[in-house]
């Protein structure tokens, strides 16, 4: 299983990113994926994660209410819309995937697969 994330860039605060992860090598609807992000000395934080099925979401209380995920299965890809973004969003954003599709968690131990990074800078 391979994942391949995308959409990252520089915005102003305020603006709006969509992000995209495409995975390959499985069904989408066999894995939860999640998003996390790692600014620089910090640690890896999880921000967002949908289940296999897309029924159920989660985020983490620092994004909820500005990030939306979804996913579309005939594409194998899952978005990650960041809305009124701020400087504290700026980090590398990693998408990853379990091999449990109704196990969702923001937690990184959970995820089996990950994915390359993108670069989302935010600019006050």
């Known amino acids: 299983v391979q994942l391949q994330a995308s959409g990252g860039g520089l915005v102003q605060g305020g603006g709006s990113l969509r992000l995209s992860c495409t995975v390959s090598g499985s069904s989408l609807e066999q894995h939860a994926v999640g998003w996390f992000r790692q600014a620089p000395e910090k640690e890896r934080e999880g921000v967002a994660c949908?289940?296999?099925?897309?029924?159920?979401?989660y985020f983490a209380d620092s994004v909820k209410g500005r990030y939306t995920i979804s996913k579309d299965n005939a594409k194998n890809t899952v978005y990650l819309e960041m809305n009124n973004l701020t400087p504290e969003d700026t980090g590398v954003y990693y998408c990853a995937a379990t091999k449990i599709p109704q196990l969702i968690s923001i937690r990184a131990s959970i995820y089996d697969y990950w994915g390359q990074g993108t670069q989302v800078t935010v600019s006050s």
């Open positions: 949908i289940s296999g099925s897309g029924s159920t979401t």
